[in-house]
């Protein structure tokens, strides 16, 4: 049985260059009505673990959470998925140093800018600063990465960072450590701390 993961797959397949039609057929299927445009799976985790606390099924009520692999492919999505193709609402997050990209995709696009919200720096640095670095750091024990962290901060170019910048830089320097943390941070997350631009994604979903 199809469900939204063959539609995402589907999808990346038509940006790579692969036939439409399935991901055409797929959104009829599915009753798809937004896409969620997303820089990568780290991204993905932490909004479907906020979704499921705020007791969300995305799926099933026609949204689908779409990583694109980086913000430079916004126009290729927004131009499959958005009016010049499929017609269906987008939204999303994007990083601050990336914002150009999703202005000039969304631009070309003709969709709306409406609906995007910009990261400080990115997801990841917004968890941190909500949840303060020395809460990450018990995750980061909790998880039996606390040496490792205690011996990436020791490092030369590290020193003299702020430690939220050292953590965020920390989290990205083995391979699927930000997509594991991207679901613990949101899960240790107090309801009012929620970094304001995941809250009011999910707010307009």
Known sequence: MADIRTFRDAVTSWAAGSPGGPASELAVRLRVRTVVLLEGP?????????????????????V?????GGAMSVGRYAG????????????GLCDE???????????????????????VTDLEDELIRALGVAQVEEIVQAEGELQA?????????????????QMRRFLGTKKGRKIRYGRLLVEALDSERVPAPLDNLLAIL
């Open 97 to 119: 140093g990336e914002q150009r990209f999703y202005d000039r995709g969304l631009e070309r696009a003709r969709a709306p800018r409406q609906g995007f919200f910009v990261c």
């Open 80 to 91: 499959l998925l958005g009016p010049p193709g499929l017609g269906l609402r987008l939204t």
């Open 42 to 62: 780290s991204d993905l985790a932490a909004v479907e673990t906020l979704a499921a606390r705020y007791g969300r099924d995305l799926p099933a009520e026609g």
């Open 64 to 68: 689908c959470v779409m990583p694109m």
């Open 149 to 165: 962290w205690q011996t990436f901060v020791r490092q030369p170019a590290q020193q003299g960072r702020p430690p939220h910048q």
